[in-house]
């Protein structure tokens, strides 16, 4: 797979008291979306060929009680997805994308 960006960084995920936050640094920026799922409760994203080569999402997960599992790879040719199965349901309360050093 021939990604356009990868992770710069490795990911945090934390919980806080009011659900959990998840941060991804990436080399560029890349279209993306975010929706929620139910039976079993999960967080999806999906990106445009992001490689997630390197990432643990067993033991990203651990960082997080609100968040049982992660996994992640190709959804479909062009997209890869990332899933984080919840321990109870929620609702995105924020989500956008950051560019360093980009003229606002």
């Known amino acids: 797979m021939t990604a356009l960006a990868r992770l ?3 990911p945090r995920l934390q919980d806080t008291r009011r659900g959990a936050v998840l941060e991804l640094s990436l ?3 890349v279209p993306w979306r975010v929706f929620t799922l139910d039976a079993p409760p ?3 994203l999906d990106f445009s ?3 997630f080569t390197g990432l643990d ?3 990203l997960a651990e960082g997080a009680a609100r968040v049982t599992s992660l996994r992640h790879g ?3 040719p062009g997209w ?3 899933v984080l199965e919840l321990a109870e349901p929620m609702v995105v309360d924020q989500a956008g994308v950051q ?3 980009a003229d606002t």
């Open 27 to 29: 080399t560029q920026p």
């Open 57 to 59: 999402g067993a033991a």
């Open 42 to 44: 999960r967080l999806v």
């Open 49 to 51: 060929e992001l490689d």
């Open 80 to 82: 890869t997805r990332m």
């Open 99 to 101: 560019t360093a050093g």
């Open 8 to 10: 710069a960084e490795p």
């Open 74 to 76: 190709l959804w479909q």
